[in-house]
């Protein structure tokens, strides 16, 4: 694994680029990642470009034996290319602007500015693909940020109609595939089909689910235009992107089929602040961030990547600027967090970024230096993890264990369609990951399509449309399987399946959902220390009741080694049942004490204090460790030789 | 009473008709109501008019015996009219489009679509106005429903310029009735005049009360418009629609006038979801709804309604898909909420769906029928209620007790100008009865010219605007009087009387209120038990203290058989003065145990247990039941001959 | 001191104008404030001027022996003027207009509204510049109110652009200035800029702080306009404006300087509950308001004012209509009001006002008489204060003990970026007045250039730009200083400094910030008693740490006379840290129970009592007091000679 840096040498005068990097090989970093927001630096006029300072800042880095991250610009077009075409901003769901004056002011489906984006991105590419000093590049920056994704401008309407005639070749199939004979919704054409939003009521949820994969399907087609001029001009590079944490605006299945290689942006203590944690998570890990944060993207996106080559592209190096609070991690966290996203099998970890600029919007972002060019805290922690990253080698293959079933339009449709306030496929996974985690295993987050054979056992959470491939690969698969509400209780237009819910997995488990009902918090079905909560299905079928309420509630449902969860996956219920499976899967489960989480390769076995008090590691992961300590102060980490 | 259900033949296949009515007929069902959303099918094209499907349905359910209850399918235009005249739609608060792809996207005011509601109207009731099989008509569909009376659209505010001016005949007068001389907000004539939204602050209150009552009247209009062309065609058969539940969006009493019937839509569970209940209540009551929201809409419904003709249009049959949280009722509250309906006075209740549509918005929402063609639990408790309907017969004449005053300008000025947060008219009426209801009570909610004569306690909670002909029938009743705070504190046009509130009831009480204070939560004045809490008025006057808090503040006054409220109903101190004017009023009151409530009618004593446990019926009730038993379990009900 | 009200002739028919002058004076009234929002009424028509009734409305006030305080009619402009130019309206953030139908729908920046309002000053100055019972005038009025300065409109935005090309010259200066670099936010010409609204995410705060200042120089040049012209027909009188209570959204500083007297709009009961107190505060204090509501404004004010010329132009008389909640002061607050302005040094207090309109907007506004024309409780209490006043005659010089620096900028800039949720200069700066002044200190708020000379202690709570001036007087000043944390982190054009926070002031205090972390509520680190929360300064230098937590974070600093709070100014830890610097600066503290507050003049000890219980004044006030009693019950105050 390498370590690298997000520099911006545009921010800096060019006599200290030298300093800034023999400083970032002095301390152990080996890539650097630059460019992503220069447009307005390379070209500042139209069509008049400015390479000298890009060439110089490449040579400069390049010569200090730093490998380059050469990002394309077109997060930021300058303001000269949006006066030129107003309409290439996005509009927003509530019909407004959002215009110059930040970044990512674009909509996808403007079909000028993608030309635009092509430009620039042969241009950059022309220059620099074949330099020697380019180790790889990044398209664009964090599509989707800022809630950029969805565009509600006649761009994104003439695109999606015509999107809607590819996929349903007539309007007659479209308005049976949506069921458009309710409330009279019936389209004479394509032309006559309005974006889902400024409706009077909510509209229908085909609609919002199609819209929802047009605007991931332009996300994709924008990066491939990218992609294949990167691959032109830059041919043996690898192509990389920055994906964002809890973040589910377009299909980072697709886009990762287009790398070589995933990437992603950790910023732990800011996803704690701002996601569906606790109020009391969000102080018990305030610091650290919760245990589960940082490892349940890593091994998200390594299942989305190909080949699992994947980095993260930004790691968190103290306070940041856009959380609602923003605390510096405790003495330690940042290596804590870079040795284990090592242990998941990262290719880099490249912190974001080299030093704080004092200006903008990012000014309270925290780097490796301060904005007065001394060391940060972090600059320490950087050298200490490259130090131990290089003593560890390569970590080996990843331990197979267990695996959870996600889709992205599973997502999609709990958020179209919550039923019950804030139920959420996303956080359903998330979960159901965190339920095995604080058994001490090793969970990989796989696509509908993966191959689930290597797994003892596979929990689907939610997954509202079960592809044909599932149900088969489920049919010949022989470890344990928990399945989780909705799954299966959508077709692919959104309707519910003739057969009823689990629809296609009524092949592998005999039971069928009749109703279901969604239960505001507070309203339980209390069992022997669990309780039925925020959901309840209620099935017919020969599977047997495991789990049943004191009020005769049933909350699982088991026939063999299959598991219907018939109530949401949360909690004391969410872990019976899961400790059920892991143990009839023979896996070896370790209840592991609060903070402290495990994770085991080929090679070695990470242990990880994510606690704010000492913790000392339990007996089942015996012997000395090769660094590290058996008892781990908060922040701290130990590495065993794999047992 | 007879019974009913939704069906929209429409989302199935033709050669599933049969049967569907066969099973209706067979669960004891005699009305289906139909067509209301079908404009798209009627009408596929401008002009070309498909009825050969609903020839074949109506002759189906027709020839099955079932009584049709036609829809006109004005809330759902469908995309091609929409696109021949845009500016149809409403616009929002905020200036925003309510356009297409759900229902309900059209601007009352707006002519042109005044003139193609007309035309589709005329098109269907000239079809089936003398079929055998259409029983009655019912007009659009919940108007209102998703806010949609209000619109601030150009089309609005040049038929608000229109209404000013035969309200108030000259500029002078509406600036002068409004005190426009305040702010320099004087016009010089109508066409000065916007709509009150997208001002700089809040606009005057009366400019608001005019909006309010303008865009009442347009629904009443647009009403009238159809009721006209449907008695023309289809003459003897009555005319109804559905209303809503604690809605006031337009005047119900107006609406009612001119129809025969007044239906309403009831969904305890959701309501109790979506309403100002407290958390306690939600869950308390999750699955049964609290007691009160039922009865009080059958009650509120049936003093709008000409002659007392009322229906309950919808019942909800299981979970639905548009609350917050959506659980399932308990086993019995659909045959309990339908016999109730019975006790109250119904003619009809028809179940709101027949089959569960597997696709668009309402996918989630239970129907008798599983999406499968199964049966729901519902279809087996309106069998159980068709039965005792059956046997039970004519229910006799309501027993008149106590009567609530309610008008819906009440709520409009409340709502415009709360003075205390969330001080609400309807609420405070609602509570009034849930006090009365609570001591096992009859009560009417009746409008301010209703004939009170009949009763032995009216209570007035608040009533800002009070007629000449409510101060008059007071000064000649008998019986006990409560009169709530805000009660004659407007004049029409939203001014404090020259006299000071209670402004023409001081005829009727030596009471002047000469300052209002409102008060955050936890403000009280305690009492002995009960507390002044909300609103608090000081009043000048030869009204005695009736409850004195212990720092002398006065909660409310009395003059013989008058008391003044001083403070807002609720609570316990609300208990209190009403315990007291029931008790002078010498009507039998029950304390009424948790969740239980009893309706009398001329024939029959009805008791519903709402609670989750099993409650003994008190002894006041006297004898053995007709059907239930003395002991109720939960969503149970018992009905005795009446004593 | 005089006393005053605030009246509206045009609201009463003309016979009753004797009546209610006379009335006025019988209560001790010197002052009548009219004429603000008249102006369809002196020109009804464009062009049109009527001015026999407000001739005569003037001669009636003046005969009666009123001096008059005459308003320009600018907050109000008539609805045939805003039709002559739709776009004088502004635009809210989202792009929507503040229209016509209340009032301050006007934007500052448009030339030709600037226009009108310059007309019909004129108009209005030339008609009573000279006439003897003028004795002074108001500006407009509440400058602001209703969130009016900021204005999103097209003459906003042109406007800007000329205001930016005044301040940098050139836009490369601006570019670097703002550090555009960052996200190719570069423009290439002034006519590029936008303002930073609607952005695809946030703006750069650097845009915005530009904007803010941009938009309260509108504010400054709309004031000057007018008072240039008043200044020119009625020469000798003073000129004054009203401001708000919390209120930032120009600077007041700026707008002083050009004004003889600053008024302000006293309404403690409505600050209360409508600004950022705790629950528990809004009802231990709901009839008071929080004892420091009214005096931070008067001393806030004052240290604006030139030569220290203040007064209170509206002071609450009762309930309110504007407040969530509006309940009534308790018998006496409004006498004690009026007397804490006198000890703050007021030249006048102006009760709003005379008579509560039945009508419009503010129907439900006490006055000091109600509706009907009859004494409201408060007139008998401002007849008792005229006496009070009277008795006492002029209380002469402030005693200075302590100061508190504010400048305007520091809240726009923590509004920009709180970095923490809440976090808020102006409410530091309260937070810190209020730890001052229950130790019974007197406070004065004064500007950074101001000379603190005086003071024996100066407390800097948050100032993000410190001017080089007030390092400078730092520097000489011997007395005791605190400085809270932001101060001096960031320059005029919100950069980091070079040499990081605090910025100029590591002249006074060997300390460097080089770490901030925001906490959220309940992240503390606990010390004896107190606790870092919310904020935590990390830094170097040589300052040694004073208040050290148990894990050996530092809340406080300090070398000699100076300390660094390197925490956020609240509770407990700023309670500790103005303690001990009071002691050491050996200014006379008292402990003051709950809700007593204490001012001195040079001829005067003032107490007042804001709690709700009966209180003993401490011995440290020695003696007999002139008025009131040694033990003070609610609501009531002492006056004692000063020792
Ligand atoms: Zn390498
Ligand atoms: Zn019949
Ligand atoms: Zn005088």
């Not at 200290?16 to 460019?35: F, N």
């Not at 691959?231 to 980072?252: L, Q």
């Not at 000395?624 to 130990?638: D, K, M, N, Q, S």
């Amino acid at each position: 694994m390498h370590l690298g840096v997000c520099y911006y040498p545009e921010h800096w005068p060019q006599e200290r680029w030298k300093t800034d990097a023999r400083m970032m090989r002095e301390a152990g970093l080996a890539r650097v990642r630059i460019g992503e927001f220069a447009w307005s630096r390379i070209e500042s006029e139209p069509g008049r470009y400015d390479w000298q300072w890009l060439d110089d800042a490449v040579d400069v880095l390049h010569e200090a034996g730093l490998g380059i991250i050469m990002g394309t610009p077109t997060a930021t077009p300058p303001k000269w290319l949006v006066d030129s075409m107003p309409d290439m901003v996005a509009l927003d769901r509530q019909g407004r602007l959002r215009g110059f004056g930040s970044r990512r002011h674009y909509c996808f489906s403007h079909a000028g500015y993608r030309e635009q984006a092509a430009r620039i991105t042969r241009a950059v590419a022309e220059r620099y693909g074949e330099h020697p000093g380019i180790v790889s590049w990044q398209t664009d920056n964090e599509y989707g940020c800022h809630d950029t994704v969805q565009s509600f401008s006649p761009a994104a309407r003439d695109a999606f109609r015509l999107w809607l005639n590819e996929r349903y070749g007539d309007i007659t199939a479209l308005n049976e595939a949506w069921g458009n004979v309710f409330w009279s919704m019936e389209y004479r054409g394509f032309d006559e089909v309005e974006l889902p939003n400024l409706t009077a009521t909510e509209a229908n949820p085909a609609h919002w689910l199609a819209f929802r994969r047009f605007s991931s399907d332009q996300v994709i087609a924008f990066n491939q235009m990218q992609v294949e001029i990167l691959r032109e001009f830059s041919p043996g590079r690898d192509i990389t992107h920055n994906a964002m944490g809890f973040y589910t605006g377009y299909d980072h299945h697709d886009l990762a089929s287009d790398l070589d290689v995933l990437g992603w942006d950790s910023y732990p203590l800011g996803f704690l602040e701002m996601f569906r944690f606790s109020d009391q998570e969000k102080l018990h890990f305030a610091r650290q961030g919760q245990p589960d944060i940082a490892a349940f993207h890593h091994d998200l996106y390594r299942g989305c990547a190909k080949d699992e080559r994947w980095s993260v592209l930004e790691q968190q190096p103290g306070p940041v600027n856009w959380a609602r609070h923003n605390p510096a991690p405790l003495d330690g966290m940042v290596a804590l967090w870079t040795l284990e996203a090592m242990a998941h099998g990262a290719e880099l970890v490249s912190y974001f970024r080299w030093r704080q600029a004092p200006f903008a919007q990012e000014q309270m972002h925290a780097g490796l230096l301060r904005p007065d060019g001394e060391p940060a805290p972090a600059l320490g922690e950087a050298q200490h993890a490259a130090d131990i990253v290089a003593q560890l080698g390569n970590v080996g293959q990843p331990v197979r264990q267990a695996a959870v079933v996600f889709s992205y339009d599973s997502e999609w449709i709990t958020q179209i369609q919550p039923q019950g306030e804030g139920l959420s496929a996303l956080w359903a996974v998330f979960d159901s990951y965190r339920a095995l985690r604080k058994l001490g295993l090793n969970v990989d987050i796989v696509p509908p399509h993966a191959d689930i054979s290597p797994y003892a056992l596979v929990v689907i959470p939610c997954l509202p449309i079960v592809p044909e491939t599932l149900a088969a690969s489920l049919e010949s698969f022989e470890g344990q399987v928990i399945v989780g509400p909705r799954t299966g209780s959508r077709t692919i237009d959104f309707r519910i399946p003739d057969e009823l819910p689990p629809g296609p997995l009524q092949s592998t488990m005999p039971v069928k959902v009749t109703r279901s009902e969604s239960l505001r918090p507070g309203l339980e079905h209390a069992g022997d220390g669990w309780a039925i909560a925020r959901w309840l299905d209620h099935v017919e079928g020969t599977m047997e009741a495991e789990l049943v309420a004191k009020d005769g509630a049933v909350a699982s449902w088991r026939a063999g080694s299959r598991r219907y969860l018939a109530t949401w996956p949360l909690g004391a219920v969410l872990d019976e049942v899961t400790s059920r499976a892991v143990s009839e899967a023979e896996l070896r489960a370790i209840e592991l004490p609060d903070g402290l989480r495990v994770r085991r390769t080929a090679k070695y076995t990470f242990v990880f204090n994510y606690s704010s008090h000492k913790v000392a590691i339990p007996e089942a992961i015996a012997g000395a460790p090769i660094t590290g300590l058996r008892e781990l102060a908060p922040a701290r980490y130990a590495v065993f030789a794999a047992d």
